[in-house]
Structure formats: structure tokens, C-alpha cells
């Protein structure tokens, strides 16, 4: 068994356990153990196997990994204000932290950044309609929120035939995730419950993080850059 699977299905492992006791009541107290365990397996298995990275790019993404643990640790206190906000602003300074490590490798092309300008713009101004009424004093950290997250998805995006096909699709496919638990969670504390949300907010912010950290470990393979 390969080292990458071996730490693939430990990840896997980790974060059922974890949503089983999010889902669980009576058992959710030792998500203060499972929850950090999902980032911290990924902030230890980047660590180890990044050597081979630019300084930049290993620098940022580790810096980026750690802001979101330090982010999970806010969320596990509460869902009040302060926890709230904490969180948010963990996860924007995280989220800068993947634009500088996604920038090094990422060139602007104005049809590629007009299609992608124009696309997010749609999908936020959806998003916007339906969480606007109830955001009330959150207004100005969520609207960073969103635009830490349009930027570095940007950059993901970006990346096109500046890294290989492997690396591209893994970062912006994270990215993507990303925003789509972004998007849940928002719809959900803002709007109206989403079904099954525990499970699938943490499935696509746990797999957003492996992606990005998957695309960038391979990074430097010398696959082909075309799609």
C-alpha cells in the first residue's frame, strides 16, 4: 500500500468518526478531539511531504493549514458572535495564505479572468438574494468572507497550463468545494436549514482542504500541462 493511500484512507477514517459524533448528541463532546484531527492530519502529512515544494508555495499552504485549525478550534466553541467571528477571520487569512501560494504559479489571461469574473459574480449575487435579510450585523466580515474566497479561487483558476493537469484540477477542485461548503453553511445559518447539512458541510470543507493539499503536493510531477 502507497503512503498517499495509506494516508488517504486514514483521512477518510478520521472524518467518518467525525461526522458520526456531529451527528450524535450524546457523543459530540470528543469532537473536540475529532474535528482538529481532520486539519491536523493534513497540516502533518503536508509537512512531511513537501520538501520538494518552492519556499513560497510551502510556505503560504502551511501557513494557510494552520490558520484553519486554529479556525476549527473558534467554530468547536460555539456558534455565538465572538466563536463566529473568530472563525471567520481565521479562515479569510487562511484563505490569503492559498491566493500567495496559488499566485506563484498563476498568470492572468483576460478571457479566462473576464469567463471566470462573470460566472462568480452570478453565483454571488444568487447568494447574496438569499442571505442578504438575515446577515444583519455579520454583513461586512461575511462580505470578506466571500471575497477572500472569490480571490483565491481566482488564482486556482488562474493556474491553467502553469502547473500540470494533476496539480490545476486538484487545487481549483478544492477551491470549488471550498465555497460550496461556504455556501451551505451561509444558506443555512442565513436563510433556511439545509438537509443532511452537518454531513455535508464537513464533507466538502474536509475534501476541499485534501484537493488543495493533494494539488499541491503534486505540483512539481512532470505530467502534461494539457487538458
Known amino acids: 500500500m502507497s503512503r498517499d493511500l495509506a494516508f488517504g484512507l486514514l483521512f477518510a477514517g478520521i472524518l467518518l468518526i467525525d461526522i458520526t ?6 457523543l459530540s463532546v470528543f469532537r473536540y478531539l475529532t474535528k482538529p484531527l481532520v486539519l491536523g492530519s493534513l497540516v502533518v502529512y503536508f509537512y512531511l511531504n513537501s520538501d520538494h515544494l518552492p519556499a513560497k508555495e510551502k510556505k503560504y499552504t502551511r501557513y494557510g493549514l494552520m490558520s484553519l485549525f486554529v479556525g476549527d478550534l473558534f467554530i468547536l466553541g460555539d456558534f455565538k458572535t465572538f466563536y463566529l467571528v473568530g472563525g471567520i477571520i481565521c479562515f ?10 496559488f499566485k506563484q504559479q498563476a498568470t492572468i489571461e483576460k478571457r479566462r479572468l473576464t469567463l471566470f469574473l462573470s460566472g462568480g ?6 447568494l447574496y438574494i438569499l442571505i442578504f435579510p438575515k446577515v444583519g450585523n455579520l454583513l461586512i466580515p461575511v462580505t470578506a468572507y466571500f471575497l477572500a474566497s472569490t480571490i483565491m479561487a481566482l488564482c486556482a483558476f488562474l493556474r491553467y497550463r502553469k502547473v500540470n493537469t494533476k496539480s490545476f484540477l486538484f487545487v481549483l477542485g478544492g477551491s470549488l468545494l471550498f465555497v460550496i461548503c461556504e455556501s451551505i453553511s451561509s444558506i443555512n445559518r442565513f436563510y433556511d436549514e439545509v438537509p443532511y447539512k452537518n454531513i455535508l458541510i464537513m464533507l466538502t470543507y474536509a475534501y476541499a482542504q485534501f484537493f488543495i ?3 499541491m503536493l503534486c505540483q512539481g510531477e512532470n505530467t502534461s500541462t494539457e487538458l
Not at 479569510?92 to 501560494?101: E, G
Not at 459574480?121 to 444568487?126: K, L, V
Open 21 to 26: 459524533l456531529n451527528n450524535l448528541a450524546e
Open 121 to 126: 459574480f452570478i453565483y454571488a449575487t444568487g
Open 213 to 215: 493539499v493533494k494539488g
Open 92 to 101: 479569510i487569512v487562511a484563505k490569503i495564505f492559498y491566493f500567495l501560494a
